[in-house]
T-cell receptor
Framework: GEDVEQSLFLSVREGDSSVINCTYT??????LYWYKQEPGAGLQLLTY?????DMKQDQRLTVLLNKKDKHLSLRIADTQTGDSAIYFC???????????FGRGTSLIVHP | DTAVSQTPKYLVTQMGNDKSIKCEQN?????MYWYKQDSKKFLKIMFS???????INETVPNRFSPKSPDKAHLNLHINSLELGDSAVYFC????????????FGEGSRLTVL
């Protein structure tokens, strides 16, 4: 089955860029997702990328996909304290849309 | 207006008891899920229902029984609770099965003593 790995913590200063990295194991994964979980809330889909794309940009968010290395990253430009949350990487194995999640990266933004 | 709501948010109970967690969504979705987040933070799918029919049943002990009385509800009943069942259980919904955009509830933290 699919395994998704990501580092558990990232600490940045307000205004800097944050880069959260993720690796997955199933090369047939078609859709790759980033979800955000704020304290006391459920996970929310932030963005996703289809496996035939290398990059997707959405305002302050940039997703990069290296399909050969099965590596996904999420870059948040001009990180704000309100971006502090847990970010989950997820991959949907081929033929399915249902995401398999990583453990989440806690992003801490210092003023 | 909460889109996906779970009750209770917190549940503390003794080993051997039977407990239920309820989930309701008001998004008009036809697919619902239960995920388990263990102490190491892995979030794993347990069950999925589409139009009240079970479509995913991962390797989960048969002490766990999901029930979907209608498309808007997916409840999780757990018999003979064990210490290892302690976790956060998340309910989610989506519009159909051809999407990875899941809408999650806030989670229900189950502690088994």
């Amino acid at each position: 089955g699919e395994d998704v790995e990501q580092s558990l913590f990232l600490s940045v200063r307000e205004g800097d860029s944050s880069v959260i990295n993720c690796t997955y194991t199933d090369s047939s994964s078609t859709y790759l997702y980033w979800y955000k979980q704020e304290p006391g809330a459920g996970l929310q889909l932030l963005t996703y990328i289809f496996s035939n794309m290398d990059m997707k940009q959405d305002q302050r968010l940039t997703v990069l996909l290296n399909k050969k290395d099965k590596h996904l990253s999420l870059r948040i430009a001009d990180t704000q304290t309100g971006d502090s949350a847990i970010y989950f990487c997820a991959a949907a194995p081929g033929g399915s849309y249902i995401p398999t999640f990583g453990r989440g990266t806690s992003l801490i933004v210092h003023p | 207006d909460t889109a996906v709501s779970q009750t209770p948010k917190y549940l503390v109970t003794q080993m051997g008891n039977d407990k239920s967690i309820k989930c309701e969504q008001n998004l008009g979705h036809d697919t619902m899920y239960w995920y388990k987040q263990d102490s190491k933070k892995f979030l794993k799918i347990m069950f999925s229902y589409n139009n009240k029919e079970l479509i995913i049943n991962e390797t989960v002990p048969n002490r766990f029984s999901p029930k979907s009385p209608d498309k808007a509800h997916l409840n999780l009943h757990i018999n003979s609770l064990e210490l290892g069942d302690s976790a956060v259980y998340f309910c989610a919904s989506s519009q159909g099965t051809s999407t990875g955009e899941l809408f999650f509830g806030e989670g229900s933290r189950l502690t088994v003593l």
